[in-house]
């Protein structure tokens, strides 16, 4: 089956090259940041996680493209889904190994990475989230391989996988609870010591990943022209608006209950936000662009209308993965390191080195996401499928 | 024919695998140390749980004299602990011992016409060493744990530099070694290590020196305005000082019980 | 087979490299065990020589958790003798060079152990710098 990627277009191969070009070009600042250290990073003891961990978060988010299919295609019979599923799974494969790379490179010593193996620690968030990862990840891989051999031998899907496809709903849930149980559990951190936090998680991922899933899936279907079918993206579309309007939901919620409380330490971080603090204010435009895509996103997908016309429904989708990602990928975790636990405020952004480094992890995951999606494509293709 | 060659693969997979195991296993079971070789240190100091009063009425009254002790006690902790000073990048500062406003260190408790000697003193801040230590919750390999003594000890040699604990620590007591310390260490001390960059480090308390009979070194340097000992022992000095007087923490409300205590 | 002639052609450059280590090194000097500057005061070390030649990494790093995590920081040697569990204040000691004792062995094994990175080397201290 893996032969499949072996063989494409011009511009298969132009792109593929393309993405190894991006992960040799950030490995150079990942050694010098080995060498030098993170202090090559705009972190420091204040703001001590920045942009990696952000964009972990964010992936993780990501990696529920797949939930989101299988849930309702195992669960619900939608037989819709079926042609889009393995692409989601093959997509959460992917943005987990995004969330693995970005927390490696975030590692001040990533030689003793094991050491979370060797010493494993029940009271450990971080444990409990790389085991829901590697699970995760294994889960997918099982699945959608083993299935998609399956179609390509022309045999229906083995039995023994049911199990597992009903594990990996829950297990998806996990993923999202654990990671924001690892920022939602700290003591004097405001912005995330609050209890809707984890359901905050579950909605911006259930919006975000299945609006970036339908996006590449109709960029793949421009390239290969293998379409995965008007009826699931329009019931993913749907989907994706109910997510996004709780998501925004919640966040209001935090609003009021800091603002209405009037308790100095919840305000702080969003008075930072919006208008900024002791005259401190990076982050100011940020906040209100995501404001405005959030807003637009829901004026374009909440109605029927606009959300069914594919052009409208491309800007909508467009607007909620920039709103989502500045508030995860961006805000929410800086955001809680500030102020400092001395009430202080130290502002953050990201160095050259920073985003480089990022750029070789996006390349890396898009080249898994590329590798799988072409042989996915190529076999259901083959079979007729398309 | 295909499913053979599958077949063998697996097979073939598995031995190695196997393989690989067996001789990690054998190369690890071939050392032996002499015998039980290891001991207490007879002069060690012990205790229940060490803690630390800060008698900021103990330093002097002027101001300038009051900065040359702070920054004679500060001195002392880092000579002591070979600690980096003028990192090239001011907000990846390593710190052991610091000094800092009252509105900083007491965040919230910040009332407005506060007493004049209060609102310009600055104060001295160290690691709580807390009973209930969030960076030791956190901590993916148990690098930091706290010792049965009450100390939260680093274990450098473990640290992956993940930095969880300092997000998870409400006093910022925790440092990272963004670039390597050794350069911005000047006279190291011989008798104690350095730290590597990508590892998180903070006060122990000078556990060291404990193992030899010696109190912290801060405590050594201040005259008697820090006194340490042992909170469990009510015969113990620390415990006479609370008993007669008002003292104050850092953040109880969240329920982390420092036990470094303030006069104010 | 298909393409028996490819694979095995495939076959002898794996065999090649899988052996490279054993052709290359062939006329070459064997190894010797370098000169190492023993202490001239000092009569023993806390263990046997050999024992301390094959150990010592292992013995190091039982000592580094024994001392920072079990809080034991006394190594009951040969003959019951009490030595304090410190890389720098015991080994250091007596073994006052760093490039005459651990360097030379390491460097002709290609060995590079990061203790220096952190524990401060005798050397270091007498110059001032690194």
Known sequence: MLEKALKGSKTYWVWIIFLLAVMGAGSIFYIIQLQKGLTVTG????????????????????????????????????????????LGEFMAVAAVVICMGFVVVDLGQPQRMLNMIFHPTLNSMLFYDMIVLSGYLLL????????????YQRRPHPHWLKPLIYLSIVWAVSIHTVTAYLIQGLPARHLWLTAIMAPRFLASAFCSGPAILIILALIAKKFTRYDPGKEAIRILAQIVTYAMVTNVFLFLCELFTAYY??????????????????GANALVGWAWVMAAAAILSLVILVPSRFRNHPDMLLVGLVLLILATWIDKGLLLIVGGFIPNPMGTITEYAP???????????????????????????????EIGEA | MGSNRRQFLRIAGITTLLGLGGGITLSASSYKPQSDPAQENEKRLRAGRWGMVIDMRKFPKDPEERQRVFDRIIEACHST?????????????????????????FPGKENPFLAERVEQ????????????????????????????????????????????????????????????????????????????????????????????????????ASNGALIFGDLDDPDSHIRQVLRENYTVRRKVDLGTEPSVFYIV | MYDAGKILIGLVIFLLLLTFPFWFSLGQASYESPDLQLPEDKEECIEDTEWMRKNHMQLLDDWRDTVVREGKSIYIGKGGKKYDMSLQKTCMDCHTSKEEFCDKCHNTASVDPYCWDCHVAPEEVANGQQ
């Not at chain 1, 985003?355 to 494509?377: N, R």
């Not at chain 2, 998870?168 to 730290?195: Q, T």
Request: proline residues 6%.
């Open chain 1, 43 to 86: 972190m420091g003891r204040d703001v001590s996680w920045g942009f990696y961990i952000a964009q972990f978060t964010y992936f993780v988010g990501v990696a529920a493209s797949a939930v989101m299919l299988v849930l309702p295609l195992y669960l619900h019979n939608q037989k819709k889904f079926e042609k889009m599923v393995t």
């Open chain 1, 140 to 151: 997918n891989i099982i699945i959608a391989w083993n299935n998609l051999h399956a179609e």
């Open chain 1, 261 to 278: 409380s009037n308790i100095p330490g919840h305000e702080h971080i969003l008075t930072y936000f919006f208008t900024g603090l002791h």
């Open chain 1, 351 to 381: 160095t050259g080195y920073e985003l480089m480094i990022s750029a070789m992890v996006y390349a890396t995951g898009l080249l898994i996401l590329t590798i799988l999606w072409k042989v996915a494509i190529g076999v259901k293709k």
């Open chain 2, 81 to 105: 602990n070979n600690v980096p000073e003028g990192e090239a990048k001011p907000i990846q500062e390593v710190k052991w011992i610091w000094k800092d406003h009252f509105e900083h260190v």
């Open chain 2, 121 to 220: 003193s600055e104060f001295l801040l160290l690691c709580n060493h807390c009973k209930n230590p969030p960076c030791v919750r956190v901590c993916p390999t148990q690098a930091t744990y706290k010792r049965e003594d009450g100390i939260v000890q680093m274990d450098f040699h473990r640290c992956i530099g993940c930095r969880y604990c300092m997000a998870g620590c409400p006093y910022g007591s925790r440092s990272f070694n963004f670039c390597d310390p050794g350069p911005y260490v000047k006279d190291k001390n011989p008798d104690f290590p350095v730290r590597m960059r990508g590892v998180v480090e903070k006060c122990l308390f000078c556990y060291q020196r404990l193992e030899e009979g010696k109190q912290p070194a801060c405590v050594e």
